[in-house]
């Protein structure tokens, strides 16, 4: 079924179609500029994997810039990228891992093609394996060896109930022992058109484009193994923690972590923390003004994370490692007074929403970061467009019983995980 979108709150027109095998298309006309920006977004990431599988969601990543059926090896496919003179790129997060490429409109057929061979034909040669291990091998000891490494593996460890869904770069173990045999495994349940969406924006007629990505990817075979939307959710703070962690030189951290709604099934609840974040990043609201005008931090932050698997509702900022203790104890003075009557005005919120309504309509200046930033990841995160589409109205619907709602609901009386960020901190890895 075909749907066209028009609003005057989304710069880009969108066309939405859903092939037989289950891919969803979704086009945006942008004649601005003669290119086209071509992505394929897929439901998976680490949050799928196992012990055991901890970090393929990335290596396969990597090999799909590799040989496949029509270009044989990485020299071919070298070769061939440099022919079509395309910008591309892949990335690989805890939920959603997305590949696109850029290319001058008049080689758009060229380069849907060159997405359809890399992601339905990857030949995962083993000489390539090889070598992309080492590659993945050095990515991982840069990563372990950043100064903020031991923060986000502490939060891993104390937020997820199973932390391997939380770290996207995996576990070496994993990493030297995959072959092609996994990655095939791996192909076959989550690289299907029914767990997959095909974004094309740019300098397109959408029609032409419709009739071209039917064609093409229409022969792509339906999977249907997917265990995307069955995963639980994998955040869980059952008690308050308090951790110390360490953290780089001369650095002094605060973040205190609540669970939040989820995207999965607790979106009526995103619209108002959405609002209640806008609202919080006033450098001339109170909670500014008391922790860092007139407070010890340099710079502070309140927030609520979209996310289907783990979503949360933070508060935290940047502060002297020897004020951590002060810190801590005037952010939760702070949280509390948030449930004071008049802490939250109806001007304060509908700039917030004002300003949340701007933001997306800059984020639509570029058709291009739309296909490979805005449209897959709303996509993702809401099961489809039908959440990004709706947004604008139901942030307009937000008032300020919502969002002192929202905070009675996520944040008053909830256990929350605090992590206390220094170079003397004891949490190390």
């Given at each position: 079924?075909?749907?066209?979108?028009?609003?005057?709150?989304?710069?880009?027109?969108?066309r939405?179609?859903?092939?037989?095998?289950?891919?969803?298309?979704?086009?945006?006309?942008?004649r601005?500029?003669?290119?086209?920006?071509?992505?394929?977004?897929v439901?998976?990431?680490?949050t799928?994997?196992?012990?055991?599988?901890?970090?393929?969601?990335h290596?396969?990543?990597?090999?799909?810039?590799?040989?496949?059926?029509?270009?044989p090896?990485?020299t071919?496919?070298?070769?061939r990228?440099r022919?079509?003179?395309?910008?591309?790129?892949?990335?690989?997060?805890?939920?959603?891992?997305?590949?696109?490429?850029?290319?001058?409109?008049?080689l758009?057929p060229?380069?849907?093609?060159?997405?359809?061979?890399?992601?339905?034909?990857?030949?995962?040669?083993?000489?390539?394996?090889?070598?992309?291990?080492?590659?993945?091998?050095?990515?991982?000891?840069?990563?372990?060896?950043?100064?903020?490494?031991s923060?986000?593996?502490?939060?891993?460890e104390?937020?997820?109930?199973?932390?391997f869904?939380?770290?996207a770069?995996?576990?070496?173990?994993?990493?030297?022992?995959?072959?092609?045999e996994?990655?095939?495994?791996?192909?076959?349940?989550?690289?299907?058109?029914?767990?997959?969406?095909?974004?094309?924006?740019?300098?397109?007629d959408?029609?032409?484009?419709?009739?071209?990505?039917?064609?093409?990817?229409?022969?792509?075979?339906?999977?249907?193994?997917?265990?995307?939307f069955q995963?639980?959710?994998?955040?869980?703070?059952?008690?308050?923690?308090?951790?110390?962690?360490?953290?780089?030189a001369?650095?002094?951290?605060?973040?205190?972590?609540?669970?939040?709604?989820?995207?999965?099934?607790?979106q009526?609840?995103?619209y108002?923390a959405?609002v209640?974040?806008?609202?919080?990043?006033?450098?001339?609201?109170?909670?500014?003004?008391?922790?860092?005008?007139?407070?010890?931090f340099?710079?502070?932050?309140?927030s609520y994370?979209?996310?289907?698997?783990?979503?949360?509702?933070?508060?935290g900022?940047?502060?002297?490692?020897?004020?951590?203790?002060e810190?801590?104890?005037?952010?939760?003075v702070?949280?509390?007074?948030?449930f004071?009557?008049?802490y939250?005005?109806?001007?304060?919120?509908?700039t917030a929403?004002?300003?949340?309504?701007?933001?997306?309509l800059f984020?639509?200046?570029?058709?291009?970061?739309?296909?490979?930033?805005?449209?897959?990841?709303?996509?993702v995160?809401?099961?489809?467009?039908?959440?990004?589409?709706?947004?604008?109205?139901?942030?307009?619907?937000?008032?300020?019983?919502d969002v002192?709602?929202?905070?009675r609901?996520?944040?008053?009386?909830?256990?929350?995980?605090?992590?206390?960020?220094?170079?003397?901190?004891?949490?190390?890895?």
């Open positions: 079924m075909e749907t066209l979108v028009l609003s005057l709150l989304i710069s880009l027109p969108l939405t179609a859903e092939l037989e095998n289950g891919l969803d298309v979704i086009l945006g006309e942008d601005s500029a003669p290119i086209v920006t071509v992505c394929v977004t439901n998976t990431g680490a799928c994997e196992t012990p055991e599988t901890n970090g393929l969601a290596f396969y990543e990597h090999m799909f810039f590799k040989g496949n059926a029509a270009l090896d990485q071919a496919y070298n070769e990228m022919e079509l003179g395309m910008v591309r790129n892949g990335t690989t997060g805890s939920e959603i891992v997305r590949y696109y490429l850029t290319v001058s409109s008049d758009f060229q380069g849907l093609e060159f997405m359809y061979d890399a992601i339905t034909s990857p030949l995962f040669l083993e000489e390539e394996i090889v070598r992309e291990r080492a590659v993945i091998m050095n990515e991982y000891h840069r990563n372990a060896s950043g100064p903020w490494w923060f986000w593996r502490a939060q891993e104390v937020l997820s109930i199973e932390p869904r939380s770290s770069i995996g576990v070496p173990e994993v990493i030297q022992a995959a072959d092609r996994a990655m095939l495994h791996f192909q076959r349940t989550y690289y299907t058109p029914d767990n997959s969406a095909l974004i094309i924006t740019g300098d397109i959408a029609d032409s484009a419709m009739a071209a990505a039917e064609e093409m990817f229409g022969g792509w075979e339906y999977g249907g193994r997917s265990n995307y995963l639980g959710t994998n955040i869980s703070i059952e008690r308050d923690t308090i951790l110390s962690v360490q953290g780089p001369g650095t002094g951290a605060i973040r205190m972590v609540f669970v939040g709604p989820s995207m999965a099934d607790e009526e609840w995103t108002a959405d209640w974040g806008q609202y919080m990043d006033r450098m001339t609201g109170e909670f500014y003004t008391d922790l860092v005008t007139n407070g010890p340099q710079s502070v932050y309140a994370h979209s996310q289907r698997f783990e979503p949360t509702v933070s508060f900022g940047s502060i002297d490692p020897e004020l951590l203790e810190g801590l104890e005037m952010l939760r702070e949280i509390e007074d948030m004071r009557e008049g939250f005005t109806d001007e304060g919120i509908d929403v004002e300003q949340l309504r701007r933001h997306r984020q639509q200046e570029s058709s291009r970061d739309m296909a490979i930033e805005t449209l897959p990841f709303w996509w995160q809401g099961g489809g467009l039908d959440y990004y589409l709706e947004y604008p109205e139901n942030l307009e619907a937000v008032t300020v019983e002192e709602a929202f905070l609901r996520w944040v008053d009386g909830r256990p929350s995980a605090v992590f206390l960020v220094s170079p003397e901190g004891e949490w190390s890895e």
